[in-house]
Nanobody, 127 residues
Framework: VQLQASGGGLVQAGGSLRLSCAASGLTFSSYQMGWFRQAPGKEREFVAAINWGGFATYYGDSVKGRFTVSRDNAKNTVYLQMNSLKPEDTAVYYC?????????????????????WGQGTQVTVSS
């Protein structure tokens, strides 16, 4: 299984970025996908998740109303649209696939529920 995250970069506060995560080696449409982030010196933090069919989404409190997770099962890709970015959003962003098929929700915010991870993409928001 390979997860390839892309789309990170440097943006000013208030700006937007869209992250993509292309998956291969798994039946993508069967798995809940998550986005997490990790800033230097901090623990990995849940950002967003989307269930296998794309009809249920979940967000961390710090990004609700600003970030939107979506997926295109035909393209084996999950997206994270990030608007109204803040300096505190600066982190390496990781995509991950859930360890069990056909999960909707569950402990979606827990990193240990995900068994495959992408390499991460850096997002830096300047003030």
């Amino acid at each position: 299984v390979q997860l390839q995250a892309s789309g990170g970069g440097l943006v000013q506060a208030g700006g937007s970025l869209r992250l993509s995560c292309a998956a291969s080696g798994l039946t993508f449409s069967s798995y809940q996908m998550g986005w997490f982030r990790q800033a230097p010196g901090k623990e990995r933090e849940f950002v967003a998740a989307i269930n296998w069919g794309g009809f249920a989404t979940y967000y961390g409190d710090s990004v609700k109303g600003r970030f939107t997770v979506s997926r295109d099962n035909a393209k084996n890709t999950v997206y994270l649209q990030m608007n109204s970015l803040k300096p505190e959003d600066t982190a390496v962003y990781y995509c991950a696939s859930h360890r069990r098929a056909y999960v909707s929700g569950g402990y979606y915010y827990t990193p240990s529920e995900y068994d495959y991870w992408g390499q991460g993409t850096q997002v830096t928001v300047s003030s």
